[in-house]
């Protein structure tokens, strides 16, 4: 069979061409012979597996499931930290996997590990296999991976890659809880909203009717004739959020579209320095993982981009790697740009000049990890107060237009 492939060389050269191997671990093996590190192979044939590419899909169609179980940051967290205590304590990666495999309780997960398994044992490299799961594992943690196996150190990347799932899992959780409250309420406003004006304004309708009341104020005219919309065509309530999610979702993954969200999002009221800070934290973090890692800088910066997936804070860290490649030291290109603090650009500034910049990195993004915190909770106490009153509008808005017509009536009478 004929395989094409494409390797690094030991002076750090990529070699690419085909090759006649019976299976795809014997062209591995062949590459390995020749003293070069695999980085794609792919059966010219049949299309089949690649290290990077190809035997994705085993993950969700070979699993048979129409709605594959998703594998989330907290799996992942757990999977990583097995593996580095297993792998310190001198157990190989397949014997690893093999006894992983058998008691993760995530399907697909357990699936995905069962297959890393017969990859690794069959003699493709830990990084290849995991890269084969690109809809379970990013990029990111198989550069990390990669960098810990190539360098001796793959017990060392697991742990590290652990910490670095942990801390995007810690800042899930922090975004999540600050959306929640004001979502529940805004949820819970709507329906009562809608049950007020569907069951109990059309009595007080029918009521004003029976005894005479045929000139409304303006208030009770609108939500009577809200009423009236909702009543005849309840079943329509949902459509104008399904048309508004799906229209943002569309917009979204048009190139135009995505950079004005994006810029729309960093400078929403109230949570718009809460999503900006919370994507510097997650950015700053990643590349400072990927540094200590071992990771080139500029591959790590544009992974960090890729992580951000914010076009505003995307083209700041391209930036960064635009000029990197010039030459220009970070802390130069981080000052020069309006996005981050001036602390941020004196922090890495001072981290550049004692060679230890993945550990400023790492500190800068600890320190907007605080930022979000306070940010937050300060948030939190705005909002409280804030919802109840809007909570206490709406509803004494439709109760003030049912009332009124009844006061005025009773004036008349007196």
Known sequence: MLFKYKARTATGLINAGTREAASEASAITWMREQGWSPIHVEAVSSGGGTLFGGGAKGSSILSGELFPQKVTLKDKNVLFKQMATMVNAGITIAGTMELLSAQIENKTLGRAVAEIRDAVSSGVTTAAAFARHPKIFSSLEVALIRAGEEGGVLDVSLARLASFVEAQYSLQKKIKGAMMYPSVVMVFTLLVLVGLCV????????????????????????????????????????????LIYAGLKYFNKTEEGKKILD???????????????????????????????????????????????NFVIGEAFKTMKERAQNGVMLSVTIKEQKLFPAMVAHMVAVGEETGQVDDVLSKVADWYDVELDEKIKGLTSILEPVMIIFVGLVVGLVVASVFIPIIQAMQQFM
């Open 263 to 309: 810029k729309v999002k960093l400078r929403a009221p109230l949570f718009g320095d809460i999503i900006f800070k919370s994507i510097l934290a997650r950015a700053f973090r990643t590349l400072a993982t990927l540094v200590t890692a071992g990771v080139s800088i500029l591959d790590a910066i544009e992974m960090s981009a890729g992580v951000a997936d």
């Open 199 to 242: 069951g109990i304004v059309p009595m007080f309708r029918k009521a004003f009717a029976n005894i005479g009341i045929e000139k409304t104020p303006l208030l009770t005219s609108i939500v009577f004739g809200i009423s009236d919309v909702l009543v005849a065509y309840w079943f329509l309530i949902p459509v104008p959020f399904i």
